[in-house]
């Protein structure tokens, strides 16, 4: 029986908690009568899209560098939407060789395994820290799906970044309660392979955000007060521990390095992104109406920053904050050997949480912070930021840790048995005297903000296929305090001790807080009816080959697929010297579009001269020297042509500059020059010439043979 609860613990409920987003997605995942629920907004052109290209170069055995088909030329490998170096793409590249292919529907399903990537960490963290089984169920059942996950699903990289929150907590707390220095080694490493996930995911935004998660972990195991009510009496080896998570990160960070710098010294040569804007910043308002929203009824909450989890959810939280039991209970062991203490509930384990989530949710208001003004002006890197309610999502693991404790005490109220009746009769009505005054505010505020129509625009603009069931969340609220009501009543008057009986309330209150999200939550940012695109495979080197054929195009888009590139741009992306070019030349459309391609396909020009104050200018003096070169070869990282000039000049491949592009004539080194500021140039003496374009990038340039 021991072993067979064993097998069930570690490995059965493991891998249920890990396929629970993919039954709670199956419509994003599993093609039904050939049609399936797709997501949109910026998940085809900002994700897919990169992935079929990276995708395509590792499966042809090359990692490409340099992307020639957006934006007139841009860096490819750290481009954060790119995801190069995430370790995943390992087994997307095999996936794509087998199948032949990728799809959509294939990085949908993905992007849910990074939530469910996410929900096997917040278990295994949890079980760390409570013994009690049922609450941490409760806890990353909930909170792997609650809206700030679902709704990130348009980002995949983001999904993939936080999917490895929960992991570095599990690691850093195996590493605080290691008694070996086995196992400290052991997680260590454990944490290596889980630091570089998660600085290689392509979401900087959420690495930025980790501190505001990890540090204030930390202090739960560095102030010893809050080590005793949440770890109880744990011995920690603290120089070893310190040790092991200093050389860590210190490893981590070596790995990690050449990459975060080289994506911090791209968005500082990107348009908007250089930082130091303050209106830039807060162009995007949280606040807290917006926390009320996420909590109690989101259409009047924003988007980008919303966290609802359900009112079953919140109602067991605020049981727990108003009435659960403090003081220092009973120790225990759970299936883990780790010593537990039922003190938890006690009042600074709860003020300390709320302070955590209402730090985080005060940095999130903006300009309506002073907290957010003071770290906007002094914490390095924060001015370069905006939308703020994202960085909510560090809320989901606090929340999801304050779930488990905030069931684990309803669990109590409902199956302990007292002595004495009157005080058992007593403690039994002050939770539903509770539940009921709680729920009148949060009915009471849903049925204002339903009544009189206060909605988020982006629930008017962009959530119309789900508008209609704003009233679900009133309807599923009530539902939830009535069973909450139940349960409380039932255990008042026979306390629900069995394990059958308590997994069954489980059950119950999980399965209501699923539909009570579902609905919404399942369903942002997306599409229904979509029938299954075929799988898409593409010879990027053929590709890049055949560009020098096709005209460019110049709609707002990011990398193409095919052999006819964009020198379109997309808002506040892309280099800001293109983005002057492009703003310089608006008054003559018709001249850039030649220059840039768009007009017959030419990407090459020899002039006599690079100093003209316009485009026209420009091709005046080009245009008496066509047809002098020919293309040897293109890989997109490599250009590689022939040139037989009379004249003394200067030969530009319209395809923009960076710091690692270098240029070789006849196979020797030369200075490169700039057309307009941004496109690449070189100047040759009259005559006949082997032109090498090559980008080598730092650590990993290669060499012309």
């Not at 539902?479 to 069954?504: D, E, H, P, W």
């Not at 245009?623 to 070169?629: A, D, H, P, V």
């Not at 490599?638 to 040139?643: A, G, K, P």
């Amino acid at each position: 029986m021991i072993k067979r609860q064993s097998f069930f613990t570690k490995f059965l409920l493991p891998l249920a908690v890990f396929c629970w987003p993919v039954l709670y997605l199956f419509r994003h995942v599993f093609s039904i009568d050939g049609k399936y629920t797709a997501i949109g907004n910026d998940f085809i052109s900002l994700y897919f899209k990169y992935k079929i290209y990276l995708l395509a170069c590792l499966a042809e055995f090359r990692f490409p560098l340099w992307s020639p088909a957006e934006g007139a030329g841009f860096p490819f490998y750290i481009n954060p939407f790119t995801q190069a170096f995430y370790p995943l793409n390992l087994l997307l590249t095999v996936w794509y060789k087998i199948l032949g292919g990728y799809s959509p529907l294939d990085h949908q399903l993905f992007t849910v395994l990074g939530i469910s990537i996410f929900a096997l960490g917040l278990f295994k963290w949890l079980r760390q820290i409570n013994g009690n089984i049922r609450a941490v169920l409760f806890g990353v059942l909930i909170m792997s799906v609650s809206f700030k996950m679902t709704e990130i699903m348009r980002f995949p990289n983001a999904v993939h970044t936080a999917a490895w929150y929960p992991w570095i907590l599990y690691a850093i707390t195996k590493i605080m309660l290691a008694r070996s220095l086995r196992s400290a080694v052991t997680n260590a490493a454990l944490l290596i392979v889980f630091l570089v996930c998660l600085c290689t995911a392509g979401y900087p935004y959420y690495i930025f955000y980790s501190p505001f998660l990890f540090a204030p972990y930390m202090l739960v195991f560095l102030i010893k007060p809050l080590r005793t009510r949440f770890f109880a009496s744990q011995v920690i080896n603290w120089k070893r521990a310190i040790v092991t998570l200093i050389a860590a990160g210190g490893v981590a960070v070596l790995l990690c390095a050449p990459y975060l710098l080289g994506v911090k010294g791209l968005m500082a040569q990107t348009t908007d992104r250089t930082g130091k804007d303050f209106e830039y910043s807060v162009s995007h308002v949280f606040n807290y109406e917006d926390t009320i929203g996420s909590l109690v009824y989101p259409p009047f909450s924003q988007t980008e920053g919303w966290y609802f989890f359900s009112i079953t959810g919140l109602l067991v939280v605020f049981l727990y904050l108003l009435i659960g039991k403090s003081g220092i209970g009973l120790q225990e062991k759970n299936t883990d050997g780790i010593t537990k203490q039922a003190c938890s509930r006690d009042l600074w384990a709860k003020l300390f949480l709320v302070i955590w989530i209402a730090l985080i949710s005060y940095i999130s208001y903006g300009r309506s912070s002073y907290l957010f003004a003071f770290l906007w002006k002094y914490m390095p890197g924060f001015c370069s930021l905006r939308v703020w309610g994202r960085l909510n999502i560090i809320l989901v693991p606090i929340l999801a840790w304050l779930l488990s404790l905030a069931y684990e005490s309803f669990e109590s109220m409902i199956s302990t048995k007292n002595v004495a009746s009157t005080k058992r009769h007593r403690q039994a009505l002050f939770p539903i005297i509770t539940v009921a005054a709680v729920y009148l505010v949060i009915l009471g505020t849903q049925l204002y903000l339903y009544l009189n129509k206060h909605y988020d625009f982006y629930w008017v603009e962009f959530f119309k296929n789900v508008a209609s069931k704003d009233i679900y969340f009133v309807i599923y609220g009530a539902i939830a305090f009535v069973a909450l009501l139940f349960f409380l009543i039932l255990g008042g008057a026979i306390q629900l001790k069995s394990n059958k009986s308590l997994a069954i309330v489980l059950l119950i209150l999980v399965l209501m807080a699923a539909v009570e999200m579902r609905g919404v939550g399942a369903n942002m940012w997306t599409y229904g009816g979509q029938k299954p695109d075929k799988r898409i495979r593409i010879d990027v080197s053929k590709t890049n080959e055949a560009s020098f054929a096709f005209r460019r195009y110049d709609s707002d888009s990011t990398i193409s697929l095919r052999p006819n590139f964009s020198v379109g741009i997309v808002p506040n992306w892309y280099f800001d010297r293109y983005i002057k070019f492009l703003d310089k030349t608006k008054g003559e459309i018709g001249v850039r579009r030649v220059l840039l391609g768009v007009q017959d396909g030419t990407k090459i020009f020899f002039s006599e001269s690079l100093i003209h104050d316009t485009a026209k200018s420009f091709l005046n003096d080009a245009i008496r020297y066509r047809g002098l070169w020919r293309v040897s070869s293109y890989s997109g990282d490599e250009l590689s042509c022939q040139v037989d000039t009379p004249v003394a000049g200067y030969l530009s491949f319209i395809d923009n500059w960076d710091h690692g592009w270098k240029v070789f004539v006849d196979d020797k080194p030369v200075d490169m020059e700039l057309l307009f500021g941004t496109f690449k140039s070189v100047k040759l003496d009259a005559g006949r010439h082997q032109i090498t374009f090559i980008y080598q990038p730092g650590w990993l340039g290669r060499r012309v043979r």
